[in-house]
């Protein structure tokens, strides 16, 4: 697991209060009236903290649309203007679900999403957001693109085709089967994938490969795990929130109500009406904190680093499915719930001390 801290709170929550104006427009006058006059925030806390699970689906184009390519939980303590964001890797084998943490979602909404990671964490969780990546993608291009600086140059061989989710590649369908639980898929199916390329230094990104840079999953050396992914997904989550905020886009009525069509059709959340804007002052009072993150994976050999997850031989105890567990055990949590824990309430804990 790797921790790092950033100039930026957890941008994608921010993005959704455009989303939440835009289901309650109707009301935005007596919204404006508890933003400029009600200065409290009244949120469900546990133990001083708001505990909010940020989700990130593919959407209605591609397979699986409700699967979650990205789950976040993210601890806010207003008190100490501090912000701890945890990843999850959606390949985590949950035995109450049968089936991996991508699939709580799909099967039963946010209340399931969020009973699901509460109980790998062992935290509450008193809010969650779903935001779908087919409106992030028009969003991005609504805002004129984002800028990032990228750290390193990486090809990545196997970014899945949209709707060659299920080209047989020429396989007769008998073989189909057989085939799916090859270890290469690339070279079994070459039709279902293309090769992307991204080169270091400042870039400027539209939508579409905006998208592909969050979502590679399989780029070469260290940009293939999921700790590089969760850096390159906080990188566009800020240009993204910084475009949002920019002067050409807040002066500009047109773009923002095109913000508003976008977004409100992708964005799915239990945050109540009267909760708006206890949310949005929340996240003005967190706009210039640090955020610890913390990414939750199998380590790495090369750099001696001990992680928290293994990945367990396929079988039928895991659908034959590429899973990981904890390293403790199919199920036992208690190990990733401890570092979890003392990143939240300590701060800059570490697995290199795990024997």
Not at 72 to 96: G, Q
Not at 177 to 198: D, G, M, V
């Amino acid at each position: 697991m790797h921790k790092r801290t950033k100039g930026a709170v957890a941008g994608l929550v921010i993005v959704l209060f455009f989303v939440w104006l835009a289901f309650f427009q109707t009301n935005f006058f007596p919204f404006l009236f508890q933003l400029v006059f009600n200065k409290g925030v009244n949120l469900r806390e546990s133990d001083g903290r708001i505990n909010v699970l940020i989700l990130g689906t593919s959407g209605k184009n591609h397979e699986g649309p409700n699967l979650t390519d990205t789950i976040i939980f993210a601890s806010i303590n207003p008190a100490k203007n501090n912000v701890t964001l945890v990843s999850i890797p959606r390949d985590l084998w949950v035995p109450s679900l049968s089936e991996k943490a991508n699939t709580a979602y799909a099967k039963g909404g946010l209340p399931l999403a969020e009973k699901t990671v509460s109980r790998i964490l062992n935290k509450p969780v008193g809010y969650g957001m779903r935001l779908n990546f087919d409106g992030f993608v028009r969003a991005v291009d609504l805002v004129g693109g984002v800028d990032l600086k990228i750290d390193k140059s990486f090809d990545d061989f196997e970014y899945p085709i949209e709707g060659k989710e299920n080209d047989p590649c020429g396989h007769k369908q008998d073989d189909l089967a057989s085939l799916a639980s090859a270890s290469s898929q690339l070279k079994e199916f070459p039709c279902r994938y293309k090769t992307i390329h991204f080169d270091k230094g400042l870039q400027h990104l539209n939508g579409e490969k905006a998208l592909e840079y969050v979502r590679s999953r399989h780029a070469q050396g260290d940009e293939g795990t999921d700790f590089a992914r969760s850096a390159r997904q906080e990188k566009v989550i800020k240009s993204f929130k910084n475009k949002i905020f920019s002067l050409e886009t807040v002066l500009n009525p047109i773009r923002l109500i095109s913000l508003y069509a976008t977004l409100k059709g992708n964005v799915d959340t239990d945050v109540k009406k009267e909760e708006l804007d206890d949310f949005v002052r929340l996240f003005q009072g967190l706009k210039n904190t640090k955020v610890e993150s913390a990414v939750i994976d199998f380590g790495d050999d090369l750099k001696k680093r001990p992680g928290l997850l293994i990945h367990p031989q396929i079988s039928s105890e895991y659908n034959y499915e590429w899973v990981l567990i904890p390293r403790i055990g199919n199920g036992n949590f208690q190990e990733i719930q401890g570092y979890v824990d003392c990143e939240i309430t300590l701060g800059g804990c570490s697995t290199s001390a795990l024997p």
